[in-house]
């Protein structure tokens, strides 16, 4: 694992069911240090990284030129309760966040709210995962 992501972050992203050629959603990425790890996990698959920060996204963009250019890892500014697909954006795969409000129970009507973008925004199959488990718990996209 790279030597930027924390131990806490490191066993979250090893606990993700990922495998080369995957579409993944991280929500509330921060600096970005997670999804860079994801990506250079993932092979040729993708990673697009969100948070409702600016300043975060600016962050997180600054530290991944590399895999920026490589076509695999994208950002956006955009809060999870705001997030939909772009007109030909393909669903993704799996969806992680880590302390996010909207998620973890701290902001329930958010969360509904969530919930239904993340419906739409991941395909058939497609899981959640939040921190809070053994590092990580799965969550039902049901209501």
């Known amino acids: 694992m790279p ?7 490191a066993a979250i992203v090893e606990a993700l069911p990922l495998r080369p050629g995957l579409r993944v959603l991280e929500i509330g990425c921060g600096p970005g240090v997670a999804a860079r790890a994801v990506a250079r996990r993932i092979g040729a698959g993708h990673v697009l990284a969100i948070d409702r920060s600016a300043t ?3 962050q997180a963009m600054a530290g991944s030129e590399a895999e920026m250019a490589s076509g695999h890892l994208r950002f956006r500014h955009v809060a999870i309760e705001d997030f939909e697909l772009e007109k030909g954006e393909r669903p993704y795969d799996i969806a992680f966040a880590v302390r996010v409000g909207a998620l973890d129970g701290r902001h329930p009507e958010a969360g509904r ?3 239904q973008r993340l419906r739409r925004a991941l395909g058939k199959g497609g899981r959640l ?11 039902s996209l049901d209501d």
């Open 3 to 9: 030597r930027d992501l924390s131990p806490r972050l």
């Open 56 to 58: 975060a996204i600016a």
């Open 113 to 115: 709210t969530a919930r």
């Open 129 to 139: 995962y939040i921190d809070g488990g053994d590092p990580l718990r799965e969550v």
